[in-house]
């Protein structure tokens, strides 16, 4: 079975920092989405809340006619990473997609697509997660241990690109495989998706990545590449090109 979305080998380099993580300015949307994320997260943190009201009935009669979600987030579907309540936001603030450790398929681009293209959101977040069973499956299978079974299988397969680069440079532990993964996911993205790209080239939406810790409730972010110099270099601007399967994950 191939990897029809994982990157190359090439654009799995230990993640930096990218052009959208350097808004100069607190008044700029995409800065403002940030720290309102950040904010949030600080209140669920220490077992505060301020959307008492943004949860409410009349909240939810209020969004009834449609959505204007400031943030898209893309983060694993495990149950102890609710992202409206890590961030401590309310009905109708986030657009969330969850998969088991966030693998991006075709149905999680064109969710991405959605989120920038029509809704309109400023911020396209990657969460990951300390103690991510699927990054852990992932480590094993390329550790040499027999991939897991069914559709199981293909969500390692899609991982293992990302974690593979991270053994390769010495990174072992699962939080920082997780940090690893997330920066190199908010990389894919950019990657794979023109529409995102061009938003992000615009100045329309920035894209970060961030790992939460499951013992403090605190969400801590990590770096991403600069996505136009690395499409760029990659050949992949204002295209879609297939990526080749992945290596680290015997076919049967």
């Known amino acids: 079975m191939t990897s029809p979305l994982a990157p190359s080998d090439t654009n799995c380099a230990a993640p930096a920092t990218t052009a959208a993580d350097t808004v100069p300015s607190n008044d700029d949307p995409r800065t403002a989405a940030w720290i309102k994320l950040q904010d949030g997260n600080r209140r669920w943190a220490r077992g505060s809340t301020d959307a008492v009201h943004a949860r409410s009935p009349q909240r939810r009669a209020d969004l009834v006619a449609g959505q204007t979600p400031f943030a898209m987030i893309l983060s694993c579907a495990d149950s102890r990473v609710p992202a409206e309540l890590v961030f401590d936001q ?7 997609v969850r998969t088991a450790g966030h693998a991006v398929d075709d149905t999680v681009l064109g969710s991405l697509e959605y989120a920038v293209a029509v809704l309109g959101v400023d911020l396209v977040l990657v969460l990951g997660h300390e103690g991510c069973g699927a990054v852990a499956a992932t480590a094993a299978a390329v550790r040499g241990a027999d991939a897991p079974g069914g559709y199981v299988r293909g969500i390692v397969e899609r991982l293992s690109l990302h974690v593979g680069a991270a053994h390769h440079a010495g990174v072992h532990e699962n939080l920082d495989l997780s940090r690893w993964h997330a920066g190199a996911t908010a990389d894919l993205l950019q990657q794979r998706s023109s529409v995102l790209r061009e938003a ?53």
């Open 90 to 96: 309310g009905l109708g603030d986030l657009f969330v």
């Open 200 to 252: 992000v080239f615009h100045g329309q939406v920035a894209v970060r990545a961030a790992t939460y810790e499951l013992g403090s409730g605190l969400v801590v972010p990590v770096g991403t590449r600069p996505a136009a110099a690395d499409t760029r270099a990659a050949g992949l601007v204002g295209t879609r090109e297939e990526a080749p399967a992945s290596p680290l994950v015997p076919t049967p």
